[in-house]
């Protein structure tokens, strides 16, 4: 089977896909577009059809990815040509569903960049004008809504024009890339190992070994093909060399270009940096991408895909080295997949952190913050245990961006979030909660050690000015403390606590830090 893969997507989502496929260097993958058909679900299979023949004609594999528009298409039969991925609504590739579904409950009109480009079209095609459409809209919409990727300049331009046709109020939500990533990624992943464990399953049963090793063998690559971490793919790699060499020496380097990686565990890993540099440079010598080992029992194998070298292995002392040429063999198709596993660990780290992590601070994005908060509060009431949230603010931000500009603020804004990871610990939760404001989640912490956090914090912010290309600027910060309990419906909830006592430092003159005891009180005795 070939190893090319084309996406058939709806052309609504063409840009963000594109963007996707080029941000992570995708160039090999296809893409073919189909008609839109929004609210239109009724859609013909010969429009699909039409749209695919391209890729089925050279041979690509081929993924279906759209959402409302395929949901006529009930015969599976027809679909054997292609992967299908049907999504119950084409907004849960941007946003998250809850908050889609929050959007949608508040009567909200969701909208992306691709169906704002044609929108005048789209509304032509069913039938309306002006009026008929604002009566039409008018009945059941609050407002429009358009999750803005960030792929197309114009759509706020397209979003205002259609919200002065139909008349309606207007919000801009930036979504940006991230989901979209995660998900073309994991299908580009999960196609390409499968294609890697189909030839290795090939080149595997060519071999005259018919035995219960080899049988062990498929398993081990198998578990290789899912998507799991780098330690727990070298994990199962030396697994696989040790069963079917059985070698007396197991050694592997990882290596991220020239110098060795940071992987924890560190498994069989070289001793001492002398014996990773021999190893290095043993292979580097015969350029072949394998080198016999000293005692000609055994050699050294690159681990690599698409030309970037993932680690090195060392296998020597093998069981039967009068069949060293046929283990090398094996052991060349074999680290293929291994290379390409250790490749797709090391990228959907790197995509998952991309999707979690705010790229300004480096804290949680808001996203995960809240289903992180969510876990703990969980835990903090099933077992009876403290959790405290913190609230901060930068003091004057605005003036700090008004006086010094954009590029001082991000600067600001990065040095107050790694001095707050500097002063919390490992277990707590750092999160951008929006603009210039952070939460934090302090695990196993009740309020007067909390309040002791958000004082360091305070200290550690205010005590020595920010240096900038314009000088060192003084910042502080206001801080509001809240802690969780048995009645906390869920994290926002008790965010919103820490919030009230936020804006009470701030009325007391910002600089400090005020927790939600006297705020409770005095509702207590109101009550």
């Known amino acids: 089977m070939t190893n090319k893969l084309c996406l058939a997507v709806c052309e609504n989502l063409k840009r963000e896909i594109a963007a996707v496929l080029t941000s992570e260097e995708f160039a090999d993958v296809k893409v073919v577009t189909f008609p839109a058909h929004c609210s239109r679900p009724q859609m013909e299979w010969n429009t699909v059809r039409q749209a695919i023949r391209v890729c089925k004609g050279e041979g690509c594999q081929i993924h279906l990815l759209g959402g409302c528009c395929l949901a006529g298409i009930t015969d599976l039969r027809e679909l054997e040509c292609c992967h299908p991925h049907k999504m119950d609504q084409c907004f849960y590739l941007f946003a998250n569903r809850d908050i889609v579904n929050a959007y949608l409950q508040q009567g909200a009109y969701l909208l992306t960049p691709g169906w704002l480009e044609g929108w005048r079209r789209r509304v032509e095609e069913w039938g309306f004008d002006r009026q008929t459409a604002r009566e039409y809209f008018g009945e059941s919409t609050t407002r429009l809504v358009l999750l803005d990727t960030g792929v ?25 890339l991230d989901l979209v990533r995660l998900f073309v990624a994991k299908i580009i992943l999960e196609s390409r190992i499968e294609n890697e464990k189909r030839a290795s399953v090939e080149s595997l049963s060519k071999a005259n070994r018919q035995s219960a090793d080899y049988a062990m063998a498929f398993d081990l690559i198998g578990h290789l093909t899912g998507i799991m971490s780098e330690e727990k ?14 070698p007396e020496k197991l050694v592997y380097l990882p290596l991220i270009g020239d110098e060795p990686a940071e992987v924890r565990p560190c498994l069989a890993c070289p001793e001492s940096p002398a014996e990773r540099a021999v190893m290095q440079k043993r292979l580097a010598d015969t350029g072949e991408g ?5 005692s000609r029992k055994g050699f050294l194998l690159q681990i690599s895909h698409r030309g970037e070298t993932e680690g090195i292995l060392e296998i020597d002392g093998i069981a039967f080295p009068e069949y060293k040429e046929h283990y090398l063999s094996l052991a060349l198709t074999i680290g293929k997949v291994c290379g390409l596993a250790v490749s797709n660990a090391r990228n959907y780290k790197k995509i998952q952190y991309l999707a979690e992590t705010d790229e300004l601070t480096g804290a949680n994005n808001r996203r995960h913050f809240f289903a992180l908060g969510e876990h703990e509060l969980k835990v903090a009431q099933r077992y009876g245990h403290s959790l405290s949230a913190l609230m901060l603010d930068i003091d004057h931000f605005k003036t700090i961006n008004d006086t010094y500009g954009h590029a001082i603020g991000d600067v600001i804004l990065r040095t107050v979030a790694r001095r707050c990871r500097q002063n919390i610990r490992d277990v707590d939760i750092l999160g951008r909660y929006g603009g210039e404001e952070f939460a934090i989640l302090l695990p196993e912490t009740d309020l007067p050690a909390a309040r002791q956090t958000a004082e360091r914090l305070r200290q550690s912010v205010a005590e020595t000015p920010v240096p900038t290309e314009r000088g060192d600027i003084a910042v502080t ?40 005891a006297p705020l409770a009180a005095a509702e207590s005795a109101h009550s």
């Open 152 to 176: 197309d300049p114009a759509s706020i331009t397209h979003l205002q024009e259609f919200a002065d046709f139909v008349r309606l109020p207007y919000q801009v939500v930036p979504v940006g």
């Open 233 to 246: 793919v070298i994990e199962t790699m030396l697994e696989l060399f040790s069963m079917l060499f059985a």
């Open 290 to 294: 394998y080198a016999w080992t000293e």
């Open 477 to 516: 910060i206001s801080l509001g403390v809240a802690r969780a309990t048995e009645s906390t419906s869920d994290v926002a909830a008790l965010l919103d606590r820490a919030d009230a006592a936020l804006y009470a430092a701030k009325r007391a003159g910002r600089n400090c830090v005020m927790s939600e």
